[in-house]
């Protein structure tokens, strides 16, 4: 078994010129994308991130979402997607439940919702990924670490937290 972003570098390296994303707006490379996932989880890590913390996820499905998710496993977190519609107040319930620190979103969203004081950093603004090193990060996870925890709505209304170890989702897939 591998860690989920393990399966993910053996494509890259095998590929690095064949397409991993097409978008109407955007294209990248296996190599591309690997580059800014890298850029995304060495941030990460610079901030403080490690194994078994949660970076969330609010956005948009999008190429955004691909390069978010991998750079957050790639720095040994685990990730937490938040749908951008969620009420402001169910937002902050999430984040602070999952005592998350750090949010990954798209422009449209960073100043647009609530945060608390959670630091927010959007894929799509170039400007702040590119001078950031893009090699690879030292692998700091197990298979039994946290990959992604996702919060059901639960019978009682209140948010029920479901944790997805790599070994897990690696089973899975």
Not at 19 to 43: D, F, H, W
Not at 160 to 173: L, Q
Request: hydrophobic residues 40%; charged residues 20%.
């Amino acid at each position: 078994l591998s860690l989920l972003h393990q399966l993910f570098d053996e494509k890259s390296k095998k590929y690095p010129d064949a397409i991993a994303i097409t978008t109407p707006s955007l294209q990248l490379t296996y190599g591309e994308l690997s580059s800014k996932t890298n850029q995304v989880a060495r941030k990460l890590v610079a901030l403080g991130s490690t194994p078994n913390t949660l970076v969330a996820v609010v956005m948009d499905k999008g190429w955004e979402q691909v390069v978010a998710v991998l750079g957050i496993l790639k720095s040994g977190a685990a990730y937490l997607p938040i749908d951008p519609t969620e009420s402001p107040q169910r937002l902050l319930e999430l984040l602070k439940q999952g005592n998350v620190n750090f949010v990954l979103t798209q422009k449209k969203y960073k100043d647009q919702l609530r945060w608390n004081d959670t630091q927010q950093f959007a894929i799509d603004e170039e400007s702040q990924w590119k001078t950031l090193n893009n090699s690879a990060v030292c692998l700091m996870q197990s298979l039994d670490d946290l990959a992604y925890v996702i919060f059901t709505s639960g019978s009682t209304g209140m948010p029920k937290c479901v944790m997805i170890t790599h070994r897990s989702a690696a089973n899975t897939i």
